[in-house]
T-cell receptor, first 110, second 112 residues
Framework: AQRVTQPEKLLSVFKGAPVELKCNYSYSGSPELFWYVQYSRQRLQLLLRHISRESIKGFTADLNKGETSFHLKKPFAQEEDSAMYYC????????????FGGGTRLMVKP | DVKVTQSSRYLVKRTGEKVFLECVQD?????MFWYRQDPGLGLRLIYFSYDVKMKEKGDIPEGYSVSREKKERFSLILESASTNQTSMYLC???????????FGQGTRLTVV
């Protein structure tokens, strides 16, 4: 069975500071990893996925298979980054299940 | 633009009632999901459907059932609502191969 762990429920930083939201996973195969974000009063939406190797809104995430981690990083946090962030995993097979972590609330203070 | 619509934004039901939460998507997605979202627990998968009439249990299926008679509609049923089912319920859909899941706006259910 797959499992996603986000060890921090709340992360508070000042504007302009670097941000790292941690995500660890357990899965016996090669999963697909995602970060989803939910801004206040908005729907949960995809932020980025590891297969795309893209940077969205200044955020990047690198899959580290050795450490089974997929941490989300941004060098300079902005106030509009304040939101709930969820790490998610899908098995790389026909299963299509999408498992989420407990979420981390990011607060960026002015 | 993909749209996933949940029938109610807020619901208040009594203990023991049978409750139906409806979700409709308009992008011909094969996969549909029901999650509940609780503070500190994140999103927990209740049920997942990958085709019409097909379903799989998620992590917390107890006390719930689902129905998928048409591809665009996925219903979550609380057979006998209990206070511990008070929560935010999120529906999502995705194409086969799950590149991206699209979420509804959520239904906040309160069981009194």
């Amino acid at each position: 069975a797959q499992r996603v762990t986000q060890p921090e429920k709340l992360l508070s930083v000042f504007k302009g500071a670097p941000v790292e939201l941690k995500c660890n996973y357990s899965y016996s195969g090669s999963p697909e990893l995602f970060w989803y974000v939910q801004y206040s009063r908005q729907r949960l939406q995809l932020l980025l996925r590891h297969i795309s190797r893209e940077s969205i809104k200044g955020f990047t995430a690198d899959l580290n298979k050795g450490e089974t981690s997929f941490h989300l990083k941004k060098p300079f946090a902005q106030e509009e980054d304040s939101a709930m962030y969820y790490c998610a995993l899908s098995p790389n097979n026909a299963g299509n299940m999408l498992t989420f972590g407990g979420g981390t609330r990011l607060m960026v203070k002015p | 633009d993909v749209k996933v619509t949940q029938s109610s934004r807020y619901l208040v039901k009594r203990t023991g009632e049978k409750v139906f939460l409806e979700c409709v998507q308009d992008m011909d997605h094969e996969n549909m999901f029901w999650y509940r979202q609780d503070p500190g627990l994140g999103l927990r998968l209740i049920y997942f459907s990958y085709d019409v009439k097909m379903k799989e249990k998620g992590d917390i299926p107890e006390g719930y059932s689902v129905s998928r008679e048409k591809k665009e509609r996925f219903s979550l049923i609380l057979e006998s609502a209990s206070t511990n089912q008070t929560s935010m319920y999120l529906c999502a859909s995705s194409l086969q191969g799950i590149i991206e899941a699209f979420f509804g706006q959520g239904t906040r259910l309160t069981v009194v």
